[in-house]
């Protein structure tokens, strides 16, 4: 059955637009090529930048047990890859391809230069010790990418016109999506690099407000630690498993709900007698400064809503909105009764902590007026669990 090559490149195109690793990308047009044009075998060497040189990345077909691909590099200023740059803005031999029989006929023809056809003969050379009979640069503007080499046909009919052309095409798309998915990659890894500055500095600011309010040191960690286990038994108990942008959200929120003491004067903070009803409103605005300090930061949407909103309560009492119910996004519910779990069971500097079990016991019977119901049940399955 005749192959469709107009359909195959048009449905290897849009393949490619869906890989964004390099190297997967390659395994996929190589096997491709070896199972639609019914060659022997395929091979790839791709440009390594750590090396130097271009690897042997993917080898489908016959030669797979002949060549140990993880190997084999060839330099960067082999004759091989001389041969293919000095022809990068010109056709070899009237195509963008080398046929070794093609070459072969136009080195016994005589016809070249001595220095043209030394280079020829061990370009020849080298295509021979990888049996392959079509050898395809990759190009990007003016850099060469890679290297493809084809075997012979199963049949053992020369290449046809039609054949060459659809690899010809199918090498110049995978070029660009070579580039593409370098460049994809590269973004993630920058992404992830700051990612991690931007944990590390979260952590940072954490350690800020803890260095502030002395009595208060550890807590952020632990209402982080606690906030994660509630969340994932909320998961596990409602069948409502979180995605990982939710829980990095609470993370990132736990960290930071106490972010706007940093601007409450530490003497309230620290104070050991009763507050009077101006010191309690001072301390009850650190939500809201922590929103102001957080809100130029836009990767800070998702965790701004635990921040701002962990001391709202279930019957509209809290603050600084008086949400009601299921109005307080479940973020900040979490947060709120790992934060009052927290604070009830550490020395604070106007009382001592309470026993375990009395926080427990206040915790339940707070719940629907202060506390989500969903949450405070979570809560307390863990405790009974032995998991807090």
């Known amino acids: 059955m005749a192959i469709d090559y107009k359909k195959e490149l048009e449905r290897a195109a849009r393949n490619m637009i869906l890989v ?35 690897l042997l990345k993917v080898s489908r077909g016959s030669l797979v047990k002949k060549v140990p691909w993880d190997l084999i590099c060839i330099d960067k200023d082999d004759v091989l890859i001389r041969f293919f740059k000095e022809h990068q803005s010109s056709l ?13 006929t136009t080195l016994k023809s005589a016809e070249l230069k001595k220095g043209a056809a ?15 009979h079509v050898c395809i640069p990759s190009y990007f503007r003016d850099q060469l990418l890679g290297l493809l080499f084809l075997g012979r046909k199963n049949n053992g009919r020369k290449f046809i016109d039609e054949e060459l052309d659809f690899f010809i095409a199918l090498n110049s798309n995978v070029a660009m999506a070579i580039r593409n998915a370098r460049l994809f990659k590269e973004l993630e890894s920058e992404l992830e690099h700051k990612h991690q500055l931007f944990v590390r500095t ?15 040191h550890g ?43 940093i601007g409450v004067p530490e003497h309230i903070l620290n104070k ?9 409103n001072r301390i009850k605005e650190h939500p809201m400064i922590g929103v102001n300090i957080l809100r130029p930061i836009k990767e800070l949407e998702g965790p701004m809503l635990g921040i ?14 008086g949400l009601k119910g299921q109005q307080i996004p479940l973020i900040a519910s979490i947060i709120s009764v790992a934060d009052s779990f927290d604070a009830m069971s550490t020395d604070r500097p106007y009382r001592l902590a309470l026993e375990k079990k009395a926080v427990i016991n206040e915790i339940s019977s707070l719940s629907g007026r202060q506390f989500c119901p969903r949450v405070t049940d979570t809560f307390l399955e863990l405790c009974r669990e032995g998991k807090i």
């Not at 701002?308 to 909105?321: L, S």
């Open 20 to 54: 964004h690793d390099p190297d997967s990308l390659i395994r996929m047009i190589v096997r491709m090529i070896v199972s639609k044009a019914k060659i022997t075998h395929a091979s790839f060497f791709l440009y390594d930048k750590e090396k130097q040189g271009y």
């Open 92 to 104: 070899i031999f009237g195509r963008e391809a080398l046929l070794y029989t093609q070459a072969e």
């Open 118 to 132: 030394q280079q020829l003969e061990q370009v020849l050379y080298q295509m021979e010790l990888l049996q392959a």
């Open 202 to 216: 979260t952590i940072a600011l954490a350690a800020a407000i803890e260095a502030k309010d002395h009595y208060t």
């Open 219 to 261: 807590h952020t960690t632990r209402v982080t630690n606690l906030s994660i286990e509630i969340a994932k038994g909320i998961g596990h108990r409602f069948k409502n498993n979180f995605d990982e942008k939710f829980l990095e959200n609470l993370h990132i929120a736990s960290l930071l709900h106490d972010i706007g003491k």
């Open 272 to 280: 050991r007698s009763d507050l009077t009803v101006g010191e309690r």
């Open 308 to 321: 701002k909103y962990h001391h709202e309560r279930f019957d509209g009492q809290g603050y600084p909105e």
